[in-house]
């Protein structure tokens, strides 16, 4: 009899069972082993302590290693047991996870500082003390050099400011096993300052408000680091709105100021800041504090070679155009009357708030130029300063603004005598006044008339003391008689 045939169709695969089916599933649900890379801080716990090593489970896909004498105590006792919790940062990747528990605490042995060395890892070091070109630095047991160049970014001026100092370090050197180090800060901040620097820039537009360091001050200004190494000045007159002439009493290196970007020039690469812009703009009440034909008291602040500036208020200066001065007759002699630091009475001529300009002139205190101007009128008498000369007449100074002119033949002077010699520049002169065209703004003068008018003056003096010494003396008739009537004849 032939044996039976069984379908394959008719079998059928058993269910796993219960345990198998949980194990599946938990396979399916546990995490993928973690990554780690060279500098990352890891938390594990202790599994097995071996004759060198201590193996630690991180959740890597194997256990890493610390090594033994790390976790022993001088006196050979280990710090810790199996299941204690450690904290380590990853030194190696190479051939399986490496760790060092001391660089996580700040410390190191010489085979971490070797393992930091060749990772490129940071190690934190104490300045113990200043040595010829730099600092000694300690990392637990171990000794290192820091050349001076290398401590900070900048200049070190007083290298005793670093000493105590816990810095975190770069070893650039480490050779004769351990017993040459030679470490930097520098690198650290420099990568540090580049990291910052993309996004410093970013906040650096115009009308920016930003925090910043003063790194150096000068005549002319101050540098401020605005963080990632990215520098701007704040030059001198953009200080205050009151002039600055020694930036130091404002500011000093080290200070932390608050500025506003001005302008940035990406192709030169210069920021330019302002301390001022963050102040009240004291222009904004000029309008209601000052008024054209206003007089007062102000304060030379300086003189150059076409006026001097005098401030009104702290932040507000007027000009006194150098044409507004008496003449002097020396060069620069007007600049007499306006010593830097003294107080003078000014009148304000215009104010201009668009470009923030006014303009002014030195008054006598009490007086305005509106009067000394309504004094200048036809048949007046007045004394001006000559101001200089022309072949047609001489142009005297009679008030800011006001300038007449005595034509040659008004001079008193013969056609062919020496106007200068007679008429030196900034020296006194009396005129009268023979016309007054404001349109044309053109004023007649006459020092001529002013001698003939003397003369007659003094003749009807001398006429008056003959008349008295003839009442007296009871004569008649005298030389007095006839030379009154002469000038009786002349007034007609």
């Not at 047991?81 to 060092?100: C, Q, R």
């Not at 504090?289 to 008291?297: C, I, K, N, R, T």
């Not at 620069?332 to 304000?348: I, L, M």
């Not at 007449?393 to 800011?400: I, R, S, W």
Request: negative net charge; aromatic residues 6%; charged residues 30%.
């Amino acid at each position: 009899m032939a044996p039976a045939c069984v379908s394959l169709a008719a079998v059928t695969t058993p269910d796993p069972p219960p345990e198998d089916e949980d194990f599946a599933r938990m396979l399916e649900e546990s995490p993928e082993p973690k990554s780690f890379r060279e500098g990352d801080e890891v938390v594990g716990k202790v599994v097995a302590l071996g004759a060198e090593v201590a193996f630690v489970d991180v959740g890597g896909k194997g256990e890493a290693t610390i090594d033994l004498e790390e976790l022993t105590e001088p006196g050979g006792t280990a710090q810790v047991s199996v299941g204690d919790t450690v904290k380590a940062l990853v030194i190696s990747t190479s051939g399986g996870l490496k760790l060092s528990h001391k660089l996580a605490r700040h410390a190191a042995t010489r085979e971490a500082l070797r393992d930091a060395f060749e990772s490129g890892l940071p190690v934190e070091g104490r300045v113990e003390e200043v040595t010829k070109g730099g600092f000694e630095i300690r990392f637990s047991g171990q000794r290192a050099f820091c050349p001076i160049s290398q401590i900070e970014t900048g200049y070190t001026e007083d290298p005793a400011i670093h000493l105590g100092k816990v810095y975190p370090f770069r070893i650039v050197e480490y050779k004769q096993q351990g017993k040459n180090i030679v470490v930097s800060r520098r690198a650290l901040l420099e990568e540090e300052e580049r990291e910052r620097a993309e996004e410093v820039r970013k906040l650096i537009v115009p009308d920016a408000v930003l925090p910043g360091r003063v790194v150096s001050v000068r005549d002319y200004g101050a540098f401020v680091d605005l963080g990632g190494g990215i520098q701007g000045l704040v030059h001198v007159s953009e200080m205050g709105w009151s002039r600055v002439t020694d930036p130091t009493t404002l500011v000093q290196p080290g200070d932390e100021i608050t500025v506003k970007v001005l302008r940035v020039d990406e192709e030169k690469g210069k920021i330019s800041l302002g301390l001022k812009q963050l102040q009240a703009d004291p222009w904004s009440a000029v309008a209601s504090a000052y008024e054209v034909g206003q007089v007062l008291m102000a304060r030379v602040t300086h003189a150059v070679d076409f006026g001097a500036f005098i401030e009104l208020t702290p932040g507000v200066e007027g000009l006194a155009h150098v044409s507004t001065f008496p003449p002097t007759g020396k060069a620069d002699g007007w600049k007499a009357s306006v010593a830097p630091g003294e107080q003078v009475a000014v009148e304000v001529l215009s104010i201009d708030l668009e470009r923030k300009r006014i303009a002014l002139t030195l008054v006598e205190e009490g007086s305005t130029r509106a009067e000394r101007a309504d004094s200048i009128r036809p048949g007046a008498r007045l004394t001006g300063k000559v101001e200089r000369h022309e072949t047609y007449g001489v142009f005297v100074y009679l008030a800011p603004g006001s300038t007449g002119l005595i034509a040659r033949e008004a001079t008193g002077v013969e056609e062919d005598g020496d106007l200068p010699r007679a008429f030196p520049v900034g020296s006194d002169v009396e005129v009268i006044v023979l016309e007054v065209d404001p349109s044309r703004r053109r004023i007649r003068l006459s020092r001529k008339g002013v001698l003939e008018a003397t003369e007659t003056q003094e003749a009807r003096d001398y006429a008056a003391r003959q008349d008295e010494d003839q009442v007296r003396s009871g004569g008649f008739g005298s030389l007095a008689d006839t030379l009154r009537k002469a000038m009786d004849k002349s007034g007609e």
